[in-house]
């Protein structure tokens, strides 16, 4: 009898450690990847990639992506970068960055918050010159800093408000200090500051001031701005050709 209830004891025990490890899987959150396909990045600047990109994510308490591939496989970049961000379950908040060197195709998938606090026109901003050039990691770490700077964080919004609060107190105190000004008064002439004969004109000329520039903005990327990926998430995002 007592050699049963050790054994089952020693089953019981072996499947809660057997068990833990697929329970830590399941709650591990995926913060930052890069899956470079089209081999773009040595080892080392992978690794540091990453680990920058799950600090990041980290901090953000969002997941931050970068995949590169030689080919779509003839998929649309947009349909290729919400299927994979979709596909290997992420957060529910994130960006993921595409780069496709079949046709040089870029693009950003956003989803959940993301959506809304991530403009690709400013990801297009901070990377395709990179791109351009061929400095990949350049392109990547600057995707990460363009989500950083547009993910709004708390403590921003708690400076701006001290800082407004600020603001309006040394406003009162201005206008409380100039109400007591009783004995300045307002001149609506420059003849009340010239004295009655000291000014004599001798000489006089047109002087050209201005210049008038008719400025045109370059066409920004394509934005798919809302829609919906064929597992049914929603997503958005934009990208373009570099």
């Known amino acids: 009898m007592k050699k049963r209830i050790t054994a089952l004891l020693l089953v019981l025990v072996l499947g809660i450690f057997l068990a833990l490890p697929a329970a830590a899987s399941q709650g591990v ?31 953000l308490d969002i997941s931050l992506v970068v995949v590169t591939v030689d080919s779509l496989g003839g998929k649309s970049p947009r349909s290729y970068a919400d299927d994979y961000y979709d596909t290997y379950g ?25 959506e809304d606090e991530i403009s690709s ?42 800082i407004a609060i600020g603001v309006v107190v040394a406003l009162i ?37 201005y210049r008038t520039h008719t400025v045109t903005a370059k066409p920004k990327s394509s934005s798919s701005g809302s829609h919906t990926s064929s597992s049914g998430r929603s997503h958005g995002g934009g990208g373009g050709k570099f």
Do not use: N
């Open 173 to 209: 105190v201005t206008f409380t200090m100039r109400s007591q000004m009783k004995s300045v008064r307002p001149q609506h002439s420059a003849a009340s500051y010239i004295c009655p004969g000291s000014l004599h004109v001798t000489t006089s000329r047109d002087v050209y001031l």
């Open 121 to 162: 026109d400013k990801i297009e901003d901070a990377v395709v010159s990179h791109l351009s050039s061929g400095s990949y990691y350049a392109a990547f770490e600057a995707f990460g800093k363009s989500c950083e700077k547009q993910m709004t964080p708390a403590y921003f919004l708690g400076a701006v408000i001290c």
């Open 29 to 59: 959150k995926t913060y930052g990847l890069i899956d470079d396909g089209a081999d773009l990045l040595t080892d080392e600047q992978e690794a540091k990639l990453t680990i920058y990109l799950r600090s990041l994510g980290e901090k």
């Open 90 to 114: 992420f957060l529910p908040d994130g960006a993921l960055f595409l780069v496709s060197m079949e046709f040089r195709d870029w693009w950003v998938s956003t989803s959940g918050k993301c």
